[in-house]
């Protein structure tokens, strides 16, 4: 694959980096929010991204019937990338994960209300994947959908659903048939305001000095959906969710935050001194951040296998690349802590405090960053998932593996 970028892509990204520019708002932009940057959970948010629809940067690889341009997906990388490395809200969920879903499996009534409003950035989603007993085994998932009429009736509970308490609609799995594991799942869409869903708040070790992070549990108590709102074939959810999964693995853990957070570090290690000597000329540090550099390049070349190959996928029709999508996660969130950890180290014992903090080297992004990449390690579904997934679909190995 070729890792260069040509010459309309770099204007692409020319005129992106211009545009976050003049739109700069501490109060859409947050680096010290992490991964968790990208959702858009508040009014500023919500605006920004319209801003983004208005530009047509949204949905740029869907086909021209559905409102898109059918762009390469290198498009929206570069506009994600750049979101990401500012702190900002970014397109995964909706475009990426619901809309390519609703594209390739949703009936067309589910595409004509939900694309144009995707789109336009009207509606946000949560999505509801993990129970208390299946968090990353989401084929375990048992929260009941049971055939009422022309519809069914959900009973059960969610957890560490994340935008749940900001959502329009909950993209949700339930299982319809107790006698299959793999192809008893169904994927419903349900309007979070159903009056028979509660949420309740979870607040994470990730936050700002204001506060934690909150992601969510969800009660769903005899709520009924019609069949209008089932995407795809019944029983057939969790091959959906393992293809959106795959794209999550990809577009919900960008490299850009990854790249900004290690030139905060570069940039500390430039200008500290201890001592009066100054923290650069040390042999071994140098040698730890040559070594952080080296591989984030690897994370960064990871990252452009999985979109080299899910560019190929879309353009051949099959499905989204699976162990590449799992390669990238595994090492990037993993580097992403050794990063972590070398911040703490190089900084000192002042980078145990939070993050904000004036006197605090590199103003406590250290601190921050340390406990955000434990978060990301999780999400999407967690190490050892990937490993599985790597040695089974890779490498071949039994399961008992």
């Not at 579904?381 to 040695?391: A, E, K, M």
């Amino acid at each position: 694959m070729d890792f260069e970028l040509d010459d309309e892509i770099v204007a692409f990204a020319r005129e992106v980096e211009e545009f976050l520019d003049a739109h700069h708002d501490p109060d859409v932009f947050d680096v010290t929010r992490e991964n968790m940057a990208q959702i858009v959970d508040t009014p500023a948010r919500r605006a920004f991204l319209k801003k983004l629809a208005e530009r047509g940067w949204l949905g740029m690889t869907w086909p021209r019937e559905w409102g898109g341009q059918e762009r390469p997906g290198v498009y929206e990388y570069v506009l994600n990338e750049a979101l990401a490395h500012r702190g900002g809200p970014q397109t995964g969920k909706g475009v990426g994960i619901i809309g390519k879903t609703i594209l390739a499996h949703g009936s067309e009534r589910l595409k004509r209300e939900f694309l144009p409003k995707i789109l336009a950035a009207e509606i946000e989603f949560a999505v509801g994947y993990s129970e208390p007993e299946a968090g990353s085994d989401a084929a375990s998932m048992r929260l009941r959908a049971v055939r009422d009429g022309d519809g069914w009736r959900l009973d059960g509970q969610k957890v560490w659903t994340t935008s749940a308490h900001f959502a329009d609609w909950y993209w949700v799995g339930a299982r319809t048939n107790p006698d299959s594991k793999h192809h008893g799942i169904t994927l419903f869409l349900v309007p979070m305001d159903h009056p028979g869903i509660t949420v309740k708040p979870i607040w994470t070790m990730g936050g700002a000095p204001m506060g934690a992070e909150r992601t969510n549990e969800v009660y769903l108590d005899d709520v009924w959906v019609s069949d209008d709102y089932v995407v795809g074939e019944v029983d057939k959810g969790f091959q959906y969710i393992s293809q959106a999964l795959d794209l999550e693995r990809f577009s919900m853990f960008t490299f850009g935050p990854i790249d900004e957070r290690l030139e905060t570090l570069v940039e500390h290690v430039r200008t500290a001194t201890v001592d009066g000597v100054p923290v650069r000329e040390d042999s071994g540090t140098r040698r730890r951040l040559a070594r952080l550099v080296t591989e984030a390049e690897v994370a960064r070349l990871l990252g452009l296998r999985v979109l080299d190959a899910s560019m190929r996928s879309e353009r051949d029709g099959g499905a989204p690349p699976t162990t590449e999508a799992s390669e990238y996660k595994l090492y990037a969130t993993q580097f992403s802590q050794r990063l972590a950890d070398a911040s703490m180290d190089l900084g000192g014992p002042g980078t145990q405090l939070r993050v904000g903090t004036g006197s605090a080297p590199m103003r406590g992004r250290a601190e921050s960053t340390y406990r955000y990449t434990v978060i990301d390690t999780i999400g999407g579904g967690t190490s050892q998932v990937q490993r599985n997934i790597i040695s089974r679909r890779r490498l071949g190995l039994p399961r008992s593996f």
